[in-house]
């Protein structure tokens, strides 16, 4: 009668064990596209991401690089004070978006422009992302805003 316990038990057991292991790889492989790694245009140019890769770029729109091309095609170039990188973007633009602002972008870099498909500006005249401020302080170029 016990043995017939211990083998109930134990299967029981192995069933908990398997699909803790089968819930846990579902979740991982569920989560692998959401994972978006953040990175600074002087990042991206020392060492280039794989093609099709998925990651946020963000930096400062570089000055006179915003070009509207036909259609809803935006043309500019992002940078953090070290390096820059063209981007590319079809779509509408958020209303404080323009040159000399911070910026996130949502995308893939095919070694020459980063392709984005989504973009993010700041929100108010002191508003900048973390990443995006702390890229800018290690180049050496991050100015806080002024307090009124």
Known sequence: MRSL???RRI???LVAAVALVLSTALIGYAMR????F????SEV???PPAPGEVFRIGGLVEAGTLVRGAGSEIRFAVTDGGASVPVSYVGVLPDLFDE???MVGLGSYDGTTFRATEILAKHD???MPKEVVDALKEQGVYQAPDAD
Do not use: V
């Not at 596209?33 to 978006?36: F, H, K, L």
């Open 38 to 41: 953040f990175r600074s245009p």
């Open 33 to 36: 596209d959401g994972i978006n």
């Open 45 to 47: 140019m020392a060492a």
């Open 100 to 102: 000399d602002q911070g």
């Open 5 to 7: 316990k211990k083998k």
């Open 125 to 127: 005249e002191t508003y």
């Open 11 to 13: 299967q029981i057991i």
